[in-house]
T-cell receptor, first 113, second 115 residues
C-alpha cells in the first residue's frame, strides 16, 4: 500500500526554466510534508517542508504547494540550475507514537544546459 | 562539523553471515532511524529509537536487529535471516521524534552486497 506516490520516475528540464515535481498521498492524517534531495552515493538532504494547514511555502528558488482536497503537493524550482540535477523524494510525516516519515519512490531530475 | 557518519561505505556479505553497519551522530539528537532503499523505491523504515536503551520496529524489521547503548550510536545488524539484504542502508537522526515537523538528517549510506 503506497501511501505516498511520485508517479514520474524522471524529469528533464532546460537550465533556467521551471522544474515541477509532483507527489500524491492517500492518508489525510499526514500533518507535514517534506522534500529531500539526493545525489548518487549520498544521503538525502532536507530541502523544504510545509504544514498541512498551509498551501504554500517558499524558500529562495524552491516553493512547495499543497492541495489538501486533491491530496497533492508539488515542488517548484525556478530558475533550474545544473546543480539541481538529483533525485527528489517527497515524504509525509505523521505522529504514530513517534514521528514516521513515509517516502515516495523519488523523481530523478536532470537539468540540461 | 556536526553530522551523521555511516561506515563502511561499501560492505560485502557472504551467505549465512551477519554484518553490522555503523551509525554515529554528533548532533546531540535524541531520535535515530534506519532505512533501506531499493532501486526505484522510496526509503522504508527498518528500526527507530527515541531514546537510549529503547528502540522500536519499523515497517520491515524482519531479519534485522539494532541496539542503542549510547545516544550517539545506533548500529544495525543484518542477520542471516534477512533473505534479500542487498540494498542501500541509510541512517538518520532528528532532534526529537515527537514533533511532526522535525526534518530527519541523513548519513551518506552503506551499500551492502551479497557475495
Amino acid at each position: 500500500d503506497q501511501q505516498v506516490k511520485q508517479n514520474s520516475p524522471s524529469l528533464s528540464v532546460q537550465e533556467g526554466r521551471i522544474s515541477i515535481l509532483n507527489c500524491d498521498y492517500t492518508n489525510s492524517m499526514f500533518d507535514y510534508f517534506l522534500w529531500y534531495k539526493k545525489y548518487p552515493a549520498e544521503g538525502p538532504t532536507f530541502l523544504i517542508s510545509i504544514s498541512s494547514i498551509k498551501d504554500k511555502n517558499e524558500d529562495g528558488r524552491f516553493t512547495v504547494f499543497l492541495n489538501k482536497s486533491a491530496k497533492h503537493l508539488s515542488l517548484h524550482i525556478v530558475p533550474s540550475q545544473p546543480g539541481d540535477s538529483a533525485v527528489y523524494f517527497c515524504a509525509a510525516s505523521i505522529i504514530q507514537g513517534a514521528q514516521k516519515l513515509v517516502f515516495g519512490q523519488g523523481t530523478r531530475l536532470t537539468i540540461n544546459p | 562539523d556536526g553530522g551523521i557518519t555511516q561506515s563502511p561505505k561499501y560492505l560485502f556479505r557472504k551467505e549465512g553471515q551477519n554484518v553490522t553497519l555503523s551509525c554515529e551522530q554528533n548532533l546531540n539528537h535524541d531520535a535515530m532511524y534506519w532505512y533501506r532503499q531499493d532501486p526505484g523505491q522510496g526509503l522504508r523504515l527498518i528500526y527507530y529509537s527515541q531514546i537510549v536503551n529503547d528502540f522500536q520496529k519499523g515497517d520491515i524489521a524482519e531479519g534485522y536487529s539494532v541496539s542503542r547503548e549510547k545516544k550517539e550510536s545506533f548500529p544495525l545488524t543484518v542477520t542471516s535471516a534477512q533473505k534479500n539484504p542487498t540494498a542501500f542502508y541509510l541512517c538518520a537522526s532528528s532532534v526529537t521524534d515527537l514533533i511532526s515537523n522535525q526534518p530527519q538528517h541523513f548519513g551518506d549510506g552503506t551499500r551492502l552486497s551479497i557475495l
